[in-house]
């Protein structure tokens, strides 16, 4: 392998998972992202730079995330791992339900595809593989990697993943709060078994979802109500969980984004988004910031700078 300096730049898209009924299977990329540049160098060790979100919190060597999910890649790939140089940016919130740690693991997983251009090949299935074998679930991983609006399952032959084209009369609004959720607490929340009824209603609205969000966004707020795992994670988050319910009651389709604690809010049409706003604003006694995003369609990127230092 050529051992010359080459940089590669990588940008991230953060997600939102479950999208209310899906537990676990759907999710959707938004315009939010973390860049990062990373500089494999012919002497070993690891040298990390973060600015932005977390720059206060992750650490600096090699068990930060990028840098394992790198130097799991390059494993998987029966080639040794190079000196390496990490320039993070990070815009994703940590800990607020938007994908961070499944763009930590998509960044590092997507630069090392760049870095060993022209010695490895990795197919699509590969990325989600080995992305899989790090988050534990394919639900945010598959969007960050894709784009789109993505339906992920589980094979015995690995995960797979299918990307749909979200309506453009679908216009997300995400509330960030100033306090985080750990995902681990989150699903300790949630019960080995739950009713038939539950379980049945929520693969109706799953499926219901689906054409909401592709065809018929008017079918948005029946789309989202869930049974399955919400309800479960209130005692965890009950600020969320109060704001959802004021949401829905004005006639928003809002849900927990991803394992929470920050809100997701289809609207159906941009206009509606600030009298979302409002509603927030004026029934909470915290900040809520509004993100007003667009639906990311292109993924994780990688431009490949060969001699670059």
Same mark, same amino acid.
């Given at each position: 392998?050529?051992?010359? *300096?080459?940089?590669?730049?990588?940008?991230?898209?953060?997600?939102?998972?479950?999208?209310?009924?899906?537990?676990?299977?759907?999710?959707?990329?938004?315009?939010?992202?973390?860049?990062?540049? $990373?500089?494999?160098? *012919?002497?070993?060790?690891?040298?990390?730079?973060?600015?932005?979100?977390?720059?206060?919190?992750?650490?600096?060597?090699?068990?930060?995330?990028?840098?394992? !999910?790198?130097?799991?890649?390059?494993?998987?790939?029966?080639?040794?791992?190079?000196?390496?140089?990490?320039?993070?940016?990070?815009?994703?919130?940590?800990?607020?339900?938007?994908?961070?740690?499944?763009?930590?693991?998509?960044?590092?997983?997507?630069?090392?595809?760049?870095?060993?251009?022209? $010695?490895?090949?990795?197919?699509?299935?590969?990325?989600?593989?080995?992305?899989?074998?790090?988050?534990?679930? *394919?639900?945010? $991983?598959? *969007?960050?990697?894709?784009?789109?609006?993505?339906?992920?399952?589980?094979?015995?032959?690995?995960?797979?993943?299918?990307?749909?084209?979200?309506?453009?009369?679908?216009?997300?609004?995400?509330?960030?709060?100033?306090?985080?959720?750990?995902?681990?607490? !989150?699903?300790?929340?949630?019960?080995?078994?739950?009713?038939?009824?539950?379980?049945?209603?929520?693969?109706?609205?799953?499926?219901?979802?689906?054409?909401?969000?592709?065809?018929?966004?008017?079918?948005?707020?029946?789309?989202?109500?869930?049974?399955?795992?919400?309800?479960?994670? !209130?005692? !965890?988050?009950?600020?969320?969980?109060?704001?959802?319910?004021?949401?829905?009651?004005?006639?928003?389709?809002?849900?927990?984004?991803?394992?929470?604690?920050?809100?997701?809010?289809?609207?159906?049409?941009?206009?509606?988004?600030?009298?979302?706003?409002?509603?927030?604003?004026?029934?909470?006694?915290?900040?809520?910031?509004?993100?007003?995003?667009?639906?990311?369609?292109?993924?994780?990127?990688?431009?490949?700078?060969?001699?670059?230092?």
């Amino acid at each position: 392998m050529n051992t010359a *300096p080459r940089t590669v730049s990588v940008r991230v898209p953060a997600t939102s998972a479950n999208l209310g009924p899906g537990f676990d299977t759907l999710g959707l990329a938004l315009s939010v992202y973390d860049e990062l540049e $990373v500089t494999a160098l *012919p002497e070993p060790g690891v040298e990390v730079h973060v600015a932005g979100e977390g720059a206060e919190d992750v650490p600096r060597d090699a068990s930060h995330l990028v840098v394992r !999910a790198i130097d799991h890649t390059y494993r998987a790939a029966g080639v040794p791992l190079p000196g390496l140089r990490l320039r993070a940016h990070n815009v994703i919130p940590h800990g607020r339900g938007m994908g961070s740690s499944g763009a930590a693991v998509v960044s590092g997983i997507v630069a090392a595809k760049g870095l060993l251009e022209g $010695v490895v090949d990795f197919s699509d299935d590969d990325l989600l593989r080995l992305a899989t074998e790090m988050e534990g679930h *394919p639900d945010n $991983v598959a *969007p960050a990697l894709f784009g789109g609006l993505t339906i992920a399952w589980l094979t015995p032959e690995g995960p797979q993943h299918k990307k749909l084209l979200v309506h453009r009369g679908v216009s997300p609004l995400v509330f960030v709060p100033g306090f985080t959720m750990s995902t681990s607490l !989150a699903r300790s929340l949630q019960p080995l078994h739950v009713p038939r009824e539950d379980a049945v209603f929520n693969v109706s609205r799953s499926a219901l979802l689906i054409a909401a969000l592709t065809q018929s966004p008017e079918l948005l707020m029946a789309a989202t109500e869930d049974k399955l795992h919400q309800n479960y994670r !209130a005692e !965890a988050m009950p600020e969320t969980l109060r704001l959802v319910q004021a949401l829905r009651d004005a006639g928003f389709a809002a849900v927990v984004s991803g394992a929470g604690p920050s809100i997701l809010v289809l609207a159906d049409g941009p206009g509606r988004r600030l009298e979302a706003a409002d509603i927030v604003a004026n029934a909470s006694d915290t900040p809520w910031e509004a993100l007003m995003l667009a639906v990311d369609f292109k993924g994780a990127t990688v431009k490949n700078t060969e001699g670059s230092t």
